[in-house]
Protein backbone atom coordinates (compact mmCIF):
# COMPACT_ATOMS: atom_id res chain seq x y z
CA UNK A 1 0.00 0.00 0.00
CA UNK A 2 2.59 2.13 1.03
CA UNK A 3 4.50 1.23 -2.27
CA UNK A 4 1.48 2.34 -4.06
CA UNK A 5 1.48 6.10 -2.40
CA UNK A 6 4.65 6.35 -3.36
CA UNK A 7 4.42 5.23 -7.42
CA UNK A 8 1.42 7.64 -7.10
CA UNK A 9 2.97 10.41 -5.55
CA UNK A 10 5.97 10.00 -7.77
CA UNK A 11 8.31 9.50 -4.90
CA UNK A 12 10.97 6.30 -5.22
CA UNK A 13 11.71 3.87 -1.98
CA UNK A 14 14.06 5.13 0.01
CA UNK A 15 17.84 4.74 -0.67
CA UNK A 16 19.98 2.43 1.00
CA UNK A 17 22.52 4.48 2.95
CA UNK A 18 25.49 5.00 0.69
CA UNK A 19 28.01 1.82 1.56
CA UNK A 20 31.10 3.24 3.47
CA UNK A 21 33.91 3.26 1.32
CA UNK A 22 36.70 0.91 1.88
CA UNK A 23 39.28 1.70 4.10
CA UNK A 24 42.98 3.02 2.27
CA UNK A 25 45.71 0.03 2.11
CA UNK A 26 48.16 0.52 5.06
CA UNK A 27 50.63 3.11 4.52
CA UNK A 28 54.31 1.37 3.43
CA UNK A 29 56.54 0.94 6.79
CA UNK A 30 59.82 1.60 6.96
CA UNK A 31 62.84 1.35 9.05
CA UNK A 32 64.50 5.13 9.73
CA UNK A 33 67.64 3.20 10.21
CA UNK A 34 67.73 1.44 7.04
CA UNK A 35 71.41 1.27 6.23
CA UNK A 36 70.39 1.10 2.29
CA UNK A 37 69.06 5.27 2.96
CA UNK A 38 71.86 7.42 3.04
CA UNK A 39 73.06 8.49 6.64
CA UNK A 40 72.12 12.20 6.16
CA UNK A 41 68.73 11.27 4.46
CA UNK A 42 68.18 8.96 7.63
CA UNK A 43 68.38 11.39 10.18
CA UNK A 44 66.16 14.00 8.42
CA UNK A 45 63.73 11.38 8.23
CA UNK A 46 63.76 10.81 11.76
CA UNK A 47 63.61 14.48 12.57
CA UNK A 48 60.73 14.84 10.08
CA UNK A 49 58.45 12.51 11.75
CA UNK A 50 59.70 13.63 15.71
CA UNK A 51 58.39 17.09 14.28
CA UNK A 52 55.18 16.02 12.83
CA UNK A 53 55.09 13.45 16.21
CA UNK A 54 55.12 17.03 18.46
CA UNK A 55 53.02 19.19 16.08
CA UNK A 56 50.43 16.98 15.90
CA UNK A 57 50.24 16.40 19.77
CA UNK A 58 50.11 20.11 20.15
CA UNK A 59 47.33 20.70 17.51
CA UNK A 60 45.52 18.23 19.72
CA UNK A 61 45.20 20.73 22.10
CA UNK A 62 43.96 23.23 20.11
CA UNK A 63 41.91 24.77 16.92
CA UNK A 64 44.26 23.62 14.60
CA UNK A 65 42.43 23.37 10.97
CA UNK A 66 41.34 19.15 10.48
CA UNK A 67 42.74 19.24 6.96
CA UNK A 68 46.13 20.49 8.26
CA UNK A 69 45.66 17.74 10.95
CA UNK A 70 44.78 15.66 7.53
CA UNK A 71 48.10 16.69 6.13
CA UNK A 72 50.21 15.80 8.71
CA UNK A 73 48.68 12.51 9.03
CA UNK A 74 49.26 11.92 5.45
CA UNK A 75 53.02 13.18 5.65
CA UNK A 76 53.67 10.83 8.03
CA UNK A 77 51.46 7.61 7.05
CA UNK A 78 51.74 7.78 3.36
CA UNK A 79 54.48 10.43 1.65
CA UNK A 80 57.18 9.97 4.35
CA UNK A 81 57.58 6.41 3.94
CA UNK A 82 56.95 5.97 0.02
CA UNK A 83 59.80 8.77 -0.56
CA UNK A 84 61.83 6.29 1.54
CA UNK A 85 60.53 3.03 0.21
CA UNK A 86 60.82 4.29 -3.36
CA UNK A 87 64.44 5.31 -2.84
CA UNK A 88 65.22 1.98 -1.06
CA UNK A 89 63.53 0.12 -3.59
CA UNK A 90 65.79 1.30 -6.36
CA UNK A 91 68.60 -1.32 -6.91
CA UNK A 92 72.05 0.77 -5.67
CA UNK A 93 73.24 -0.87 -8.52
CA UNK A 94 71.08 1.06 -11.03
CA UNK A 95 70.94 4.70 -8.55
CA UNK A 96 73.36 5.84 -11.10
CA UNK A 97 70.95 5.84 -13.85
CA UNK A 98 68.56 8.64 -12.06
CA UNK A 99 71.77 10.92 -12.51
CA UNK A 100 72.00 10.21 -15.84
CA UNK A 101 68.31 11.13 -16.23
CA UNK A 102 68.32 14.68 -13.68
CA UNK A 103 72.39 15.28 -13.23
CA UNK A 104 71.22 14.74 -9.58
CA UNK A 105 72.13 11.92 -7.76
CA UNK A 106 69.67 9.87 -6.35
CA UNK A 107 70.48 10.77 -2.82
CA UNK A 108 70.91 14.06 -3.77
CA UNK A 109 67.13 13.77 -5.47
CA UNK A 110 65.97 12.00 -2.16
CA UNK A 111 67.76 14.74 0.61
CA UNK A 112 66.22 17.68 -1.45
CA UNK A 113 62.99 15.97 -1.34
CA UNK A 114 63.09 15.72 2.38
CA UNK A 115 64.21 19.22 2.61
CA UNK A 116 60.63 20.18 1.14
CA UNK A 117 59.04 18.25 3.26
CA UNK A 118 60.90 19.53 6.39
CA UNK A 119 59.41 22.99 4.87
CA UNK A 120 56.46 22.40 5.01
CA UNK A 121 55.75 21.29 8.26
CA UNK A 122 58.05 23.71 9.56
CA UNK A 123 55.16 26.11 8.06
CA UNK A 124 52.99 24.30 9.67
CA UNK A 125 54.57 24.70 12.73
CA UNK A 126 54.14 28.34 12.73
CA UNK A 127 50.90 28.71 11.56
CA UNK A 128 49.98 26.85 14.31
CA UNK A 129 52.00 29.32 16.44
CA UNK A 130 50.69 32.07 14.68
CA UNK A 131 46.77 30.68 15.80
CA UNK A 132 47.89 30.51 19.36
CA UNK A 133 49.44 33.71 19.32
CA UNK A 134 46.83 34.92 17.55
CA UNK A 135 43.94 33.21 20.72
CA UNK A 136 45.72 34.67 23.36
CA UNK A 137 46.29 38.43 21.77
CA UNK A 138 42.54 38.01 21.78
CA UNK A 139 41.98 36.76 24.98
CA UNK A 140 43.99 39.58 26.64
CA UNK A 141 41.90 41.94 24.30
CA UNK A 142 39.09 40.56 25.76
CA UNK A 143 40.04 40.85 29.54
CA UNK A 144 41.42 44.22 29.02
CA UNK A 145 37.80 45.64 27.47
CA UNK A 146 35.90 43.48 30.32
CA UNK A 147 38.04 43.81 33.40
CA UNK A 148 40.56 47.59 33.00
CA UNK A 149 43.57 47.95 31.63
CA UNK A 150 45.82 44.77 31.00
CA UNK A 151 49.33 45.90 29.15
CA UNK A 152 49.19 44.64 25.73
CA UNK A 153 52.12 42.10 25.55
CA UNK A 154 52.40 42.48 21.81
CA UNK A 155 52.55 46.23 21.25
Known sequence: MIDWFRKFL??????????????????????????????????????????????????????????VLGELVQLRDEHLPKLL????????????EIF?????????????ALGKMRARVEAMSRDLAQSELDAFA??????SRRYGKVEDPFG
Open 10 to 67: GSSPEAAPPATPPAPPPAPRVDFDDQRLPEKARQEAKSIADMISRLMAQADQSAFDRI
Open 85 to 96: RSYIDVPAEHRK
Open 100 to 112: KKTGRSASFVLEE
Open 138 to 143: NNADFV
